[in-house]
């Protein structure tokens, strides 16, 4: 239902819109040459009175001396497909605003900005039609606004840094934050709020991110080109949506899936995308067995593949990765990414016969490019590298992008910005030409694309396990259900059962290792370790990881704090089995465990892989314990996790 009012230039305008179930309300005013928003919920302030506006180079701010010229109230009511991911049916139910806005004074530029209404979030963003004396603008800043109550506290990570997202959160008071930081940035507030800032569908744009101005309220900051401006961009055009996720418990949060509702349908076809499970060619990298360099210890040869293949079909696994497999990695490969082919194999390395082997057995190869921000260097070979893959069967590409900065058009560019973002879009649309799937590592931030991309399974875009040695604790992973995880799914790369490596120390026990497929979801789940591993000490384990799928139908938070512990149930998306994931932090507890979400009358045959009692993370990260036993939906237990532990649980329904 659409309706429409016409206000003939009014200079003073208030208007409320509510959600679905009256439970949030945005307050719209235009007072004093200024437009103004407001958030409630459940009559209780959210975000107090926050400016909104746009500014473009060389012209004054779009936000002063300006009228209503009309608005428009929308009601939209849908339920969302997806293809894969943690939940197969997403509410996209909401109430519309669109205010109309003009200056009544020259040049009489013109703005629209919509106001989406959630029964969970608040989204907004300016739409900028055709101009009477431009076609074009370059972006110089937003007026974004968000006045949260300054004694909240968020979890955030800097922006603008060398390592991108890379880095571990601090849990701060909301009026100390220093800098910009990256969304989604997740907000608790004293009157017992969990919000997250973020934004959907961004494209052709600087990412937002978030800092205090003097005001001490929070704006949004975009990422700067080379040349100091935002975006430069053609009209009409739209930003990102802004959006505010809005919960009354921390599990609550992990819930929303707003940002892809925000997001158009698919573009094309796709019914072609398959999620994978994958072994792969790189951890024997890290801990100094092989190299990706050539030499006598380099990893991707065409022996090593084809071993990887073969242990793949063993463990019944999907997949391999194969890392180093091009030329371009010798020396200082960070400084010297210029230097990488996207066409040619190393001497050592025939990739034609490696993937004919595959294909024989039914093993589908995961490609690698790593680019280092070498953007000139990429593009130049971009068509040929993936018409390549194609050509030889290969269906997944792993991407990275490990420098510090981009270099694109001879000039440095954040990662983030427009020129970084519209490079990301590029590979994810020539991708889907050529029917491939990607995961691409040091990407832009998820912002819900993934429901007109699908073919864009996985991202990385937090510290990882390349990261475990000393450089993330047991905390780590249970605050980013609470934070990185709301932008989408995470190649973690989970998995790891050499415990007690002395190259890379890993901070968990062996059940936490089993619990991260099911807590940290990914469209491409890698199983990280060395297959030898696995087949030599870890049969039982093992078993988990090969029946824990990878696409579900539903997805069920049941217990958390952010930052202590994270518990999830996710049903499988073919068969009627549902997988159960938990970690905790530093500290031990035990967690009492309902299964009411299971189906009523039904019995499941429950295998737990759980800490023993004596395990931790540091001094006995392989004590577990493997038992079995019935459950049905009125069923409870209790269940131990160690310190830096965690648990999985697979259910398989009882004919």
């Given at each position: 239902?659409?309706k429409?009012?016409?206000?003939f230039h009014?200079k003073?305008?208030?208007?409320s819109?509510?959600?679905?179930?009256?439970?949030?309300?945005?307050?719209?005013?235009l007072?004093n040459?200024?437009?103004i928003?407001?958030?409630?919920?459940?009559?209780?302030?959210?975000?107090?009175?926050?400016?909104?506006?746009?500014s473009i180079?060389?012209?004054?701010?779009i936000a002063?001396?300006?009228?209503l010229?009309?608005y428009?109230?929308?009601r939209h009511?849908?339920s969302i497909?997806m293809p894969?991911g943690e939940?197969?049916?997403?509410?996209?139910d909401?109430?519309?605003?669109?205010?109309f806005l003009?200056?009544y004074?020259?040049?009489y530029?013109?703005?629209t900005?919509r106001?989406?209404?959630?029964?969970n979030?608040v989204?907004f963003r300016?739409?900028?039609?055709?101009q009477?004396?431009?076609?074009?603008v370059?972006?110089?800043?937003?007026?974004t606004?968000?006045n949260?109550d300054?004694?909240?506290?968020?979890?955030?990570?800097?922006?603008y840094?060398?390592?991108r997202?890379e880095y571990?959160?601090?849990k701060?008071?909301?009026s100390?934050?220093?800098?910009?930081?990256?969304t989604?940035l997740?907000?608790?507030?004293p009157?017992g709020f969990y919000l997250?800032?973020?934004e959907?569908?961004l494209?052709?744009?600087g990412?937002a991110?978030?800092k205090?101005n003097n005001?001490r309220?929070?704006i949004t900051d975009?990422?700067?080109l080379?040349?100091g401006?935002?975006?430069?961009?053609?009209?009409?055009f739209q930003?990102?949506?802004?959006?505010?996720?809005i919960?009354?418990s921390?599990?609550?949060l992990?819930?929303?899936r707003t940002?892809?509702?925000l997001?158009?349908?698919?573009?094309?076809?796709?019914s072609?995308?398959?999620?994978?499970k994958?072994?792969?060619?790189w951890?024997?990298m890290y801990?100094g067995?092989?190299?990706w360099?050539k030499?006598?210890?380099?990893?991707?040869?065409?022996?090593?593949?084809?071993?990887?293949?073969?242990a793949?079909v063993r463990?019944g696994?999907?997949?391999?990765?194969?890392?180093?497999w091009?030329?371009?990695?010798?020396g200082?490969w960070?400084?010297?990414?210029?230097?990488?082919?996207?066409t040619?194999?190393?001497?050592?390395?025939?990739?034609e016969?490696?993937?004919?082997?595959a294909r024989?057995r039914g093993?589908?190869?995961?490609?690698?490019?790593?680019?280092v921000?070498?953007?000139?260097?990429?593009?130049k070979?971009?068509?040929s590298a993936?018409?390549?893959?194609a050509?030889?069967?290969?269906?997944y590409?792993?991407?990275?992008?490990a420098?510090?900065?981009?270099l694109?058009?001879?000039?440095k560019?954040f990662?983030?910005?427009?020129?970084g973002?519209?490079?990301y879009?590029?590979?994810v649309?020539l991708?889907a030409?050529?029917?491939i799937?990607l995961d691409?590592h040091?990407p832009?931030?998820?912002t819900?694309?993934?429901?007109?991309?699908?073919?864009?399974?996985?991202?990385?875009?937090?510290?990882?396990q390349?990261?475990e040695?000393g450089?993330?604790?047991?905390?780590?992973a249970?605050?980013?259900?609470?934070?990185?995880l709301?932008?989408?799914?995470?190649d973690?790369?989970s998995?790891i059962f050499?415990?007690?490596?002395?190259v890379?120390r890993?901070?968990t026990?062996l059940?936490r290792?089993?619990a991260?497929?099911v807590v940290?979801?990914?469209?491409?789940?890698m199983a990280?370790?060395r297959?030898f591993?696995?087949?030599e000490r870890f049969?039982?384990?093992?078993?988990?990881?090969?029946n824990?799928?990878t696409n579900f139908?539903?997805?069920?938070?049941?217990a958390g704090e952010i930052?202590?512990?994270y518990v999830v149930a996710r049903?499988?998306?073919?068969?009627?089995?549902?997988?159960?994931?938990g970690?905790?932090d530093e500290?031990?507890r035990t967690?009492?465990l309902?299964?009411?979400?299971?189906e009523?009358?039904k019995?499941?045959s429950?295998?737990?892989?759980?800490?023993?009692?004596n395990?931790?993370?540091?001094?006995?990260?392989?004590?577990i314990?493997?038992?079995?036993?019935?459950?049905?939906?009125n069923?409870?237990?209790?269940i131990?996790?160690?310190?830096g532990?965690?648990?999985?649980?697979e259910?398989?329904?009882?004919?």
């Amino acid at each position: 239902m659409v309706k429409w009012a016409s206000v003939f230039h009014r200079k003073k305008f208030e208007k409320s819109v509510s959600s679905p179930d009256k439970s949030i309300c945005c307050n719209v005013v235009l007072r004093n040459n200024q437009l103004i928003y407001q958030v409630t919920k459940n009559n209780k302030l959210v975000i107090n009175e926050s400016r909104l506006g746009i500014s473009i180079c060389g012209e004054q701010l779009i936000a002063n001396k300006i009228m209503l010229v009309r608005y428009q109230e929308k009601r939209h009511r849908e339920s969302i497909s997806m293809p894969w991911g943690e939940d197969e049916v997403i509410n996209n139910d909401y109430n519309e605003l669109t205010v109309f806005l003009s200056e009544y004074q020259p040049p009489y530029r013109i703005m629209t900005i919509r106001f989406r209404i959630f029964n969970n979030a608040v989204a907004f963003r300016y739409e900028i039609p055709p101009q009477p004396k431009f076609s074009q603008v370059s972006i110089k800043d937003e007026v974004t606004e968000f006045n949260i109550d300054p004694n909240s506290i968020a979890w955030k990570i800097p922006a603008y840094q060398p390592d991108r997202y890379e880095y571990n959160y601090e849990k701060v008071n909301l009026s100390s934050i220093t800098g910009s930081v990256h969304t989604p940035l997740t907000i608790k507030t004293p009157n017992g709020f969990y919000l997250s800032l973020h934004e959907a569908a961004l494209y052709n744009y600087g990412s937002a991110t978030i800092k205090l101005n003097n005001e001490r309220h929070l704006i949004t900051d975009i990422t700067p080109l080379s040349d100091g401006t935002k975006a430069h961009v053609l009209l009409p055009f739209q930003t990102p949506w802004r959006l505010v996720m809005i919960a009354e418990s921390a599990i609550e949060l992990t819930t929303n899936r707003t940002m892809y509702a925000l997001n158009d349908p698919p573009k094309m076809d796709f019914s072609w995308v398959k999620t994978l499970k994958f072994i792969g060619i790189w951890w024997a990298m890290y801990v100094g067995e092989w190299t990706w360099a050539k030499g006598e210890r380099h990893g991707a040869t065409t022996e090593h593949a084809k071993e990887y293949i073969d242990a793949a079909v063993r463990l019944g696994i999907s997949g391999v990765l194969i890392e180093g497999w091009n030329e371009g990695w010798e020396g200082d490969w960070l400084q010297n990414g210029v230097n990488n082919q996207f066409t040619q194999p190393t001497p050592d390395f025939d990739l034609e016969a490696v993937a004919s082997y595959a294909r024989k057995r039914g093993v589908e190869i995961v490609g690698h490019h790593e680019t280092v921000g070498f953007i000139d260097n990429y593009e130049k070979q971009l068509e040929s590298a993936y018409n390549y893959y194609a050509a030889n069967g290969i269906n997944y590409i792993k991407t990275g992008y490990a420098g510090s900065m981009m270099l694109i058009n001879g000039r440095k560019e954040f990662h983030h910005s427009q020129l970084g973002v519209n490079h990301y879009q590029k590979t994810v649309e020539l991708a889907a030409k050529k029917h491939i799937c990607l995961d691409i590592h040091e990407p832009i931030k998820g912002t819900g694309i993934e429901r007109t991309w699908p073919n864009l399974l996985s991202r990385e875009g937090a510290r990882g396990q390349e990261y475990e040695g000393g450089a993330i604790a047991p905390s780590h992973a249970c605050i980013l259900p609470y934070t990185r995880l709301l932008s989408g799914g995470m190649d973690y790369t989970s998995g790891i059962f050499d415990l007690e490596n002395n190259v890379k120390r890993i901070a968990t026990t062996l059940a936490r290792q089993l619990a991260y497929f099911v807590v940290i979801y990914s469209g491409m789940q890698m199983a990280a370790d060395r297959p030898f591993i696995y087949e030599e000490r870890f049969k039982q384990e093992f078993e988990f990881i090969k029946n824990v799928p990878t696409n579900f139908s539903k997805s069920i938070p049941l217990a958390g704090e952010i930052g202590e512990y994270y518990v999830v149930a996710r049903k499988d998306r073919e068969k009627d089995n549902w997988y159960i994931g938990g970690i905790t932090d530093e500290n031990g507890r035990t967690l009492h465990l309902k299964f009411d979400f299971l189906e009523e009358g039904k019995a499941y045959s429950a295998t737990i892989y759980s800490d023993a009692d004596n395990a931790h993370y540091r001094d006995e990260p392989f004590a577990i314990t493997i038992r079995n036993m019935k459950i049905s939906h009125n069923d409870s237990i209790d269940i131990y996790l160690a310190p830096g532990g965690g648990f999985a649980i697979e259910l398989k329904k009882i004919s």
